[in-house]
């Protein structure tokens, strides 16, 4: 048996075993790598270590942080909680209307925040209450939050493109426009699998808000409203790069917490950053650990070998995207976005790029489809959080958010049949 053929076997058992024991993420990775390179008769600690390093030493990943922290100061600053706000007065009245407060939220939120996350948990703290106590099965309204959560990596800004980005080398900000039109798509989408979840419903529906009053909360989220449009617009003019728009997020979610809305106080600021330097550890542990298998992955050429098994398919790109949705699909149920980008992006896209697929449309399907994995159980992260907070069992959740699982599986083939939805809007933004 060739070295390179023991280094896959190794990568695949490795993981396997590892996921299986429960190990953490970054740390299966790691001793993935560690195995490949004793495979392959490349054992040298000191090369362990500087891919280690090398996995985060990238100028464009400082977005992540700073995009947790504005995340982490939105649900703390009440940012998120004017969004909602704001959509229950508009559409809360109509029949099942705090489903369409949810995904009019999740909308709004996905353009602040770019983590499924921050939305689940501010979503669930906010909103599943109210719903519960307005008669709405709380398994299809834990379903519909988790699914309009999953939104959040897709419409920019969005840490998910950013991480992306920089492991494929794909414009960012090109990632971040190809978001835009099939978030909205998303959302829309959502209506549709919610007025078709109505029909088994009888739920009582909030009092009309005074038109006087529906201004006056608009008035007061204005400010939150103002957060994308200044960092999709200050992307889109050029007057800051990807990176630096995470900082401005930051700034502003900040500012506008202390000063504007005085929801937070001094004293949180501490517990907010650490929050946020938490799960930002988590994060780049996984890129460091990334880097390190991906590096074996080149030395084996296992990209080779994949290319190899799809070379039959390259002459047909909708067929080859199709297969490689379906592979995407089944690998979402066991891994996180994150993982899943760091770990298979690098090796598909040159076979992509072969075919003669767009690599931005490919990145966007590619984290749409892993997004999707963040409600697949038995993994499933949005899923959990949407359970923690609700404080229900994760069964009941699985079980709700099933119709819109389908609904977004469906939106996924048809940008596999149509890829023009994606490009179109693209190039007529850029």
């Known amino acids: ?46 090369l362990l270590a500087q891919n280690l390093v090398a996995g985060v030493d990238s100028f464009p990943l400082l977005a992540v942080p700073f995009f947790i922290l504005a995340g982490e100061l939105m649900n703390t600053g009440g940012i998120s909680k004017r969004i909602i706000d704001m959509a229950q007065a508009w559409v809360g009245h109509i029949h099942g209307g705090l489903g369409y407060v949810a995904i009019g939220a999740a909308v709004l939120l996905s353009a602040m925040s770019g983590s499924a996350l ?5 979503m669930s703290s906010i909103l599943l209450p109210m719903m519960r106590k307005h008669g709405y099965p709380v398994a299809t309204s834990a379903g519909l939050i988790a699914a309009g959560s999953v939104i959040g990596p897709i419409i920019p ?6 991480i992306y980005g920089v492991t494929t080398n794909t414009s960012i900000s090109a990632l971040f426009l190809s978001g835009i039109a099939p978030g909205l798509m998303m959302g829309a989408a959502l209506v549709v699998a919610w007025r078709l979840a109505l029909r088994k419903m009888d739920v009582v529906g909030e009092p009309p808000v005074p038109v006087k009053e529906r201004m006056r909360i608009t008035g007061r989220a204005l400010w939150a409203l103002l957060m994308p449009v200044i960092i999709i617009g200050g992307m889109k003019s050029g007057v800051f790069t990807p990176t630096e728009a995470a900082v401005v997020a930051a700034f502003y979610a900040l500012a506008v917490s202390l000063f504007v809305y005085r929801e937070m106080r001094l ?3 501490g517990p907010v950053l650490v929050r946020a330097a938490k799960t930002t550890a988590v994060v780049m542990f996984l890129c ?20 190899g098994w799809l070379g039959p398919l390259v002459e047909n790109p909708r067929l080859l995207m199709a297969v490689m949705m379906v592979v995407l699909v089944l690998i979402g149920t066991a891994l996180d976005l994150t993982p899943t980008i760091l770990i298979f992006a690098p090796v598909m896209l040159p076979i992509a790029v072969k075919a003669g697929i767009d690599p931005v449309y ?10 999707i994995g963040l409600v ?35 939106i996924l083939a048809l940008f596999v049949v149509f890829p023009q939805l994606v490009t179109a809007p693209v190039a007529w933004m850029r």
């Open 1 to 46: 048996m060739s070295s390179e053929a023991l280094a896959f076997i190794v990568f695949i058992v490795g993981m396997l075993a590892l996921m299986g024991i429960g190990m953490n993420m970054a740390l299966a990775l790691v001793l993935t790598g560690a195995g490949m390179a004793w495979a392959l008769n490349f054992w040298d600690t000191q």
């Open 376 to 410: 697949t159980p038995p993994v499933g992260t949005v899923l959990n959080v949407v359970a923690g907070v609700g404080r229900l069992p994760l069964l009941q959740v699985v079980k709700g958010v099933n119709p819109f699982l389908v609904t977004y599986v469906l």
């Open 362 to 371: 490919f990145g966007l399907m590619f984290v749409l489809n892993g997004s």
């Open 157 to 162: 800004p969005s840490m998910a493109f950013v």
């Open 267 to 269: 004293a949180e600021i």
């Open 288 to 307: 460091a650990g990334a880097q390190v298998a991906s590096y074996m992955i080149t030395l084996a050429d296992l990209p080779a070998v994949l290319t």
């Open 118 to 122: 921050a939305d689940a948990a501010a």
